[in-house]
């Protein structure tokens, strides 16, 4: 997946797949739409869903919330980059808009599971770049959950049976980040992005821009 972004120093730049995962009510819902808000050329990727919809979630802006029929055809005409089933529902990334903004030089971010950031690093190894997001402790996770007051309380209860299955999966991700207050969690998550902005392999223009300097010294 290369593509021909420039970085704020004008040398350009192949997009990234920026990767958050972690427990369910640990936080990587939050830490994304910061990120999204206040760091520019990143983009979120709307992945298909067949769980319901959570009160205040907005389709095809949160997910695009589809019936299972819908997935399954989605899954058929392999429209999706990576999907997995998540707590009896499918979830999923489609395609199209993630090489659409790969191709238009913007980074692009995921709150997926660690099945899909398995799938993804199948893919696209050197492009993806994995966060994984832990909770301070099972009691804030608890609490977290609840203060959401978005899910059944069976629900809850589900997800926290969940949490250390996920959990598990901690050591294949790239960085960790504990989450105990939300400021510091996305420094942290924005230090990670403006580092990995600057990788040398990541920065396609760099060779053209060294021999412009060194024609410059020569000269
Ligand atoms: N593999 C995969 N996982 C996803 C996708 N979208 C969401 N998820 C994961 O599905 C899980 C449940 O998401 P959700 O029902 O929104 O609950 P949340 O954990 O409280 O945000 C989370 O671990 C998400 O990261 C996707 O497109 N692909
Ligand atoms: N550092 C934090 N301290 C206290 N509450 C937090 C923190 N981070 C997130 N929350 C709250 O915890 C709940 C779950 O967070 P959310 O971002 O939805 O998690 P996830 O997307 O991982 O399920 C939300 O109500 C959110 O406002």
């Given at each position: 997946m290369t593509t021909?972004?420039?970085?704020?120093?004008?040398?350009?730049?192949?997009?990234?797949m920026f990767v958050l995962s972690s427990p369910s009510?640990?936080?990587?819902?939050?830490?994304?739409?910061?990120?999204?808000?206040?760091?520019?050329?990143?983009?979120?990727s709307v992945s298909a869903t067949t769980r319901a919809m959570r009160p205040g979630e907005v389709n095809g802006k949160d997910y695009t919330f589809v019936d299972k029929t819908t997935f399954d055809a989605m899954v058929k005409a392999d429209e999706l980059l990576e999907w997995a089933t998540v707590f009896d529902n499918s979830y999923g990334t489609p395609r199209g808009p993630v090489d659409a903004a790969l191709s238009a030089g913007q980074d692009v971010l995921f709150d997926i599971d660690w099945q899909g950031t398995q799938q993804l690093k199948q893919k696209a190894r050197a492009d993806v770049v994995s966060v994984f997001i832990l909770p301070p402790s099972a009691a804030d996770l608890e609490k977290r959950l609840h203060s959401r007051a978005q899910d059944s309380d069976e629900v809850i209860r589900k997800r926290m049976s969940r949490a250390s299955d996920e959990m598990s999966h901690w050591a294949e991700y790239d960085y960790i980040v504990i989450n105990h207050d939300v400021d510091e969690a996305f420094a942290e998550v924005q230090s990670i992005l403006k580092a990995e902005r600057l990788k040398r392999e990541r920065r396609i223009g760099l060779v053209g821009f060294v021999r412009s300097l060194q024609a410059q010294l020569q000269g």
């Open positions: 021909g972004g420039h970085g704020t120093d004008g040398v350009e730049r192949r997009g990234l009510g640990a936080g990587k819902t939050t830490l994304s739409r910061l990120l999204i808000e206040r760091m520019p050329g990143l983009k979120m």
